[in-house]
């Protein structure tokens, strides 16, 4: 396994509570009808589906619950696909564009169902989007990005310059209004799910580093650092950006991204308190959080090797702050907290979710991109079905094959 420091500085998460995950130590070969590996917010996702499906499962993570890249997302769960869907019709078709979008937006909204009828506490909240026009798109272009989601069936509204500075007092050419989609804390919900599946029996085992595989026609075995083996049926990779090395991975990149968030000020937040993040490369991203900071990212580019990414964690904090004092001049926007990480990322903007080429009972999740919990939701349906020999209609936008 390529192995990251997957973040550094102090994430804004960890100035609030979540529940603790109990975790046990592995001292002997265990046997389960699955394993999945990784329990940041893909792992534990794809845990509370599948013992809500009735399945055994084991968990193992060489780190431990939501100490890998979790804590670094800043958690805009959004089904709007880092490539615009006019760019991704030109790439693998219309029609097939036009299916990913939409299983996007399913996913936003079976996850906030989910939450809700789960009730788990995350600070769920519902939230518009606004897409500003940028240097990948702009007037016309950001004009027919908006009629082409229409006709996709997904609800977006064109402003022109005055709207979008009457309704939400943003000075630029245009942008793309969109709804529901959700903010939340992701250490809240990773640990909940976590703790869901624990309590319907899942085993979640801690400092656990698989290291070999030996797959056959009834399953796996998993060989770890320490010497015990996990053998199961199926194994699900969510090792997020630390890719195994029979993994496929010519079309996964892992870029390094910056985010900073501000002092709670909420008597100075804008309008509704909408997503904002811009058709530009590198994009500019913010939201706020349930008591009033505002958490704001970007600069990304793609990841050299940690002593280059942290160093910059000053010189990028800086360029975001004035970034966003020019967008939002009201706004305090001097850093109480300041982080880098690392997110996988294809040319389609897509997931790659799915069994391994030549392991069928590997199932894989790569390629998170900006949307990684809305992929993540997407991953934990197809992979379950998958598992349980059900078809999903979508799995083949996803599929290793495809890319």
């Given amino acids: 396994m390529r192995k990251f420091d997957l973040r550094t500085g102090k994430p804004v998460w960890h100035g609030y509570r ?5 975790t046990n130590k592995l001292v002997r070969d265990i046997r389960s009808e699955i394993l999945v590996v990784g329990m940041g917010i893909s792992g534990a996702m794809m845990a509370e589906a599948l013992t809500g499906e009735g399945y055994q499962v084991v968990l193992i993570d060489r780190r431990g619950p939501l100490l890998g890249s979790t804590p670094a997302t800043t958690a805009l769960v959004q089904y709007e696909i880092d490539v615009p869907l006019t760019t991704l019709s030109r790439t693998i078709g219309k029609a097939d564009a036009e299916r990913a979008w939409r299983r996007s937006r399913l996913a936003v909204m079976n996850l906030k ?7 788990i506490a995350c600070d769920l909240a ?47 050419e245009g942008a793309i209004l969109s709804h529901d989609n959700l903010a939340l804390d992701p250490r809240k919900l990773t640990a909940r799910l976590l703790n869901i599946a624990r309590e319907r029996g899942a085993r979640l085992y801690d400092d656990v580093e698989a290291v070999d ?38 079309n996964h990149q892992v870029i390094s991204t910056w985010a900073i968030a501000t002092r709670p000020q909420k008597a100075n937040l804008w309008p509704q308190e909408a997503f904002i993040w811009e058709a530009s490369d590198p994009y500019l991203y913010m939201r706020a959080t349930k008591d009033g900071r505002v958490i704001c990212g970007g600069e990304d580019e793609e990841f050299s090797d940690e002593t280059r990414r942290d160093a910059v964690i000053g010189e990028k904090s800086q360029a975001i702050s004035r970034k966003l004092k020019k967008l939002m001049p009201q706004l305090d926007v001097t850093p109480q907290y300041a982080w880098a990480g690392a997110f996988g990322s294809t040319s ?36 379950s079905a998958s598992i349980a020999g059900r078809k999903d209609s979508d799995a083949d936008l996803f599929a290793f094959s495809n890319r």
């Fill in 18 to 22: 979540a529940p603790s995950v109990p």
């Fill in 113 to 119: 169902s989910h939450i809700e009828a789960s009730k």
């Fill in 213 to 250: 595989f030996d797959t056959s026609a009834d399953g796996v075995t998993v060989g770890t650092a320490h010497g015990p083996t996990v053998r199961a049926d199926h194994v699900v990779l969510c090792t997020g950006y630390e890719l195994l090395p029979f993994v496929p991975a010519d």
């Fill in 126 to 172: 519902t939230r518009p989007t606004l897409y500003l026009a940028g240097n990948q798109l702009t007037g016309g272009a950001l004009e027919a990005e908006a009629d082409a989601r229409r006709d996709a069936g997904l609800l977006s509204r064109y402003l022109t310059a005055k709207p979008l500075a009457d309704e939400f007092g943003i000075d630029r």
């Fill in 348 to 383: 389609t903007g897509l997931p790659i979710i799915g069994p391994v080429p030549q392991k069928p009972r590997i199932h894989a999740i790569m390629g998170y991109g900006g949307n990684g919990i809305t992929f993540s939701r997407i991953a934990s349906e197809i992979v």
